[in-house]
């Protein structure tokens, strides 16, 4: 039995749209927690357990969607004060609330969507680099700020926040941002200290009250992640028997 016909046995429970009830209303998870705190990691880790990670991303059942998809365009004034690391892009005024809750909103509705890909280096969603989304019996939406936003937050059946201290955050940012996203150490280390630092504090970490489940030390914690994992199992198939491989 596939996920999606163990999905569709309970569609019609506490997930139905009230639509016809071959439309599939996913199980959307909202993945919080500060930069480099390993919510990317995370979501990986809860693919891979649902046998997900290797599959074409055509037959998915479980999808992870990036909130840095929804960075907002910027001016051509903001785009230089990016280009010189005077752009805050840990504000929530830097995404587009308005389309990541219609996306949202869509996917809820079991429609297939349409995402851009971000690119660090240009600080740009690229529209060449589209990509479907399907419709999925479970979907994760992982971001610094997806608690932020309460219209954003009421739609997520469950919230999770990836807590990892700080240093130890900064201390995998700067090599990600330099090997990964195009900036030097000088960049990544000003950016913290008079944007990403302050925004944690001010926007992100006071969400972490939101949460269901608090996972401390990120993807090291393999207990929450297996605890998260046969809750997710449960309300796929709440009669068992999902052996984790899709089947
Ligand atoms: N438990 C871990 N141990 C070591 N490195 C990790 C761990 N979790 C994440 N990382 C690394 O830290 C960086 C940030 O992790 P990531 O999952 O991308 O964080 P986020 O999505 O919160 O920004 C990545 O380079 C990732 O490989
Ligand atoms: N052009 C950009 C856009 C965002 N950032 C930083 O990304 C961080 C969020 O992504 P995580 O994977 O770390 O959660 C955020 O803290 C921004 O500072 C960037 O550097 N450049």
């Not at 639509?19 to 979501?43: Q, R």
């Not at 892009?89 to 996306?103: K, R, W």
């Not at 740009?124 to 971001?143: H, Q, S, W």
């Not at 992100?204 to 939101?210: E, M, N, R």
């Amino acid at each position: 039995m596939s996920a999606s016909e163990l999905y569709n046995g309970v569609a019609n429970g506490s997930r139905s749209n009230g639509c016809a009830d071959s439309v599939k209303t996913p199980f959307l998870i909202g993945v919080a927690g500060g930069t480099a705190s390993g919510k990317s990691t995370v979501c990986k880790r809860i693919m891979e357990q649902l046998g997900q990670a290797d599959m074409d991303h055509t037959q998915r059942q479980v999808v992870t969607i990036s909130q840095d998809s929804f960075y907002r365009e910027l001016t051509d004034a903001e785009k230089a004060r990016a280009e010189r690391g005077l752009f805050n892009f840990d504000h929530p005024s830097a995404f587009n609330e308005d389309l990541m809750l219609q996306t949202l909103q869509d996917i809820l509705q079991g429609k297939k969507v349409e995402i851009s890909e971000y690119d660090y280096r240009n600080n740009a969603v690229c529209p060449e680099k589209r990509i479907t989304i399907y419709p999925a019996d479970v979907v994760l939406f992982e971001g610094i700020l997806v608690f932020y936003f309460p219209a954003i937050r009421d739609l997520f059946h469950m919230k999770l926040f990836v807590d990892t201290d700080s240093d130890t955050r900064l201390a995998r940012r700067v090599p990600r941002d330099i090997n990964e996203r195009g900036r030097d150490l000088e960049q990544v280390l000003n950016a913290y200290m008079t944007f990403v630092k302050p925004a944690f504090e001010e926007f992100c970490s006071p969400t972490k009250k939101f949460a269901d489940v608090v996972i401390p030390r990120g993807a090291d914690n393999t207990v929450a992640i297996d605890l998260i994992m046969h809750h997710i199992i449960e309300i796929l198939h709440p009669s068992g028997g999902y052996n984790q491989n899709g089947h």
